[in-house]
C-alpha cells in the first residue's frame, strides 16, 4: 500500500527540480549567466550586445499564428560569452522570466520592454501589448508550476503565483496610487480585448514549449490554463 502523503509532496519537488533545470539549461543554451539565489533579485541584465533568436512576438503576428503551428523566424544562438545574466529567486520566477524571453526572442535589459515609457497607455494597442506580454508570463508561468496531465504542483500555489505576479501590475499603467482600480477593470479589458490576450497566452505556450524542447529535451506539455479561469479562481477558499 502506497502513502500519498509522501509520495505527492516528493513528486511535486522532482518535478521541479527537472523544470528548474530544463529552464536554466535552455536560457543557457541561449546566451545567460542563469543565477538562482533565494534572496536574489528576479531580472534580466544584458552584458553584451546578442543577437535575437527569434522575431519579437506582436499581437498581430501571434494572432495570425494557428496553435501548435510555430513560425517565429527562429534562428540557432551564437555566442562566444554569456550575453546577459538572469537572476531569479526560485522556480515561479524563473518560469516568469523565461515566458518573457520566448515573447521577446531575445536576452535584452528588461526584455526589451522600454520602462521610460511607463506609464503605458492601456487604451493604445501599444500600451495593452504590455499588459498581454505580463498576462501570458503570469498565466504560462502558473500553467508549468501546475504541470501537466498529472498536475504534479498544487492549486494553492498556483493560486498564490497568480496573485503575486498581478500584484505588481498597476504600476505599470500609473495605477500604483489606486490599485483597486486597475483590479476592477482587468477583468473587463481582457474581455473586451479577448482575442488580443488569447494570441500572445497561445504564442507564450508554443515558443516556451519549442525552446524547452529545443534546449533541454524536456516535452512535458503543461495543462492550458487561461487568464480568465485563474482570475476565476481567486478568492476561492480551497
Ligand atoms: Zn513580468
Not at 520566448?102 to 521610460?116: F, K, M
Not at 498576462?135 to 504560462?140: K, M, S
Amino acid at each position: 500500500m502506497t502513502m500519498p502523503g509522501l509520495t505527492i509532496p516528493e513528486l511535486e519537488s522532482d518535478a521541479d527540480n527537472l523544470l528548474l533545470e530544463a529552464c536554466s539549461k535552455t536560457l543557457r543554451r541561449l546566451g545567460a549567466d542563469v543565477r538562482i539565489r533565494a534572496e536574489g533579485e528576479n531580472l534580466i541584465r544584458s552584458l553584451l550586445q546578442g543577437s535575437a533568436f527569434a522575431a519579437r512576438a506582436t499581437v498581430s503576428a501571434c494572432a495570425q499564428q494557428g496553435r501548435g503551428n510555430l513560425d517565429w523566424g527562429w534562428s540557432e544562438p551564437t555566442f562566444d560569452a554569456p550575453i546577459a545574466v538572469i537572476e531569479a529567486s526560485g522556480l515561479p520566477n524563473l518560469l516568469h522570466e523565461f515566458v518573457h524571453v520566448a515573447l521577446a526572442g531575445q536576452l535584452a535589459d528588461d526584455h526589451g520592454i522600454d520602462y521610460r515609457a511607463i506609464p503605458y497607455d492601456l487604451g493604445m494597442p501599444g500600451g495593452r501589448q504590455v499588459l498581454w506580454d505580463e498576462l501570458a508570463a503570469c498565466v504560462v508561468s502558473c500553467a508549468y508550476l501546475l504541470g501537466g496531465s498529472r498536475q504534479t504542483g498544487s492549486w494553492m500555489r498556483v493560486d498564490g503565483w497568480f496573485d503575486e505576479q498581478l500584484g505588481i501590475q498597476p504600476i505599470f499603467y500609473g495605477m500604483d496610487d489606486a490599485p483597486e482600480h486597475f483590479w476592477s477593470m482587468l477583468p473587463g479589458l481582457v474581455e473586451l480585448h479577448s482575442s488580443e490576450c488569447r494570441a500572445m497566452s497561445e504564442c507564450a505556450y508554443e515558443r516556451v514549449a519549442a525552446l524547452l524542447e529545443w534546449g533541454a529535451a524536456y516535452d512535458a506539455k503543461p495543462a492550458r490554463l487561461s487568464f480568465a479561469m485563474l482570475w476565476d479562481r481567486r478568492g476561492q477558499v480551497l
